[in-house]
């Protein structure tokens, strides 16, 4: 690990994966990506984890591809006992790495805490995780503790014109046009 250069924390960070187990004797992780295409995370430069409260900044030497994983090699870690104190930190970067995206894109960052209400105002609930399976993005929802149908956690599907009808960021809502006793 770097320790010549000092470079700031990250003041909004984002977690784009997260350190595996050691991979052989020379101090090589395993990486699992939560980036859409695996190896985009190391598009995201500086990389960060926080140890004991504390962001530190890991510094990659090199990565590639090992059957269906990705393993890399940080700077200063040199032995497998060295990378497994590293094992299951996640790595951060500062959002600003981030690239701008297009007119109704969303990152799931900027959609987690947004209150979800029908068109009718009935409010369904806050988004607390996303979910992605082969065809859209799933909105999870947790249901207000008085919710009128006793329900606890909704799954709405995010597609843009047919479901999501509006997304006012500023305002951290989210207008939908599904039914709430689904």
Not at 81 to 86: N, S, Y
Not at 146 to 158: C, M, N, Q, T, Y
Request: glycine share 8%; aromatic share 10%.
């Amino acid at each position: 690990m770097s320790t010549q250069t000092k470079l700031q924390p990250p003041a909004n960070p984002i977690v784009l994966g997260k350190l595996g187990a050691a991979y052989g004797i020379r101090g090589w992780l395993k990486v699992f990506s939560s980036t859409e295409h695996a190896e985009s995370i190391f598009d995201y430069q500086p990389w960060f984890i926080q140890r004991s409260g504390q962001w530190q900044h890991i510094e990659i030497e090199d990565w590639k591809h090992h059957n269906k994983d990705i393993i890399v090699k940080l700077k200063g870690v040199e032995d497998r006992d060295a990378a497994t104190l590293l094992t299951n930190f996640e790595i951060a970067v500062d959002s600003t790495q981030l690239p701008e995206l297009e007119n109704n894109e969303y990152y799931w960052k900027d959609l987690m805490g947004c209150h979800v209400v029908t068109l009718d105002g009935y409010d369904l609930g806050t988004v607390v995780d996303m979910m992605e399976t082969g065809s859209n993005d799933v909105l999870v929802i947790k249901a207000n503790l008085k919710d009128a149908f006793g329900i606890k956690e909704r799954l709405v599907p995010f597609l843009d014109g047919q479901v999501i009808k509006k997304v006012d960021l500023s305002a951290q809502v989210i207008e939908v046009e599904w039914d709430p006793g689904f």
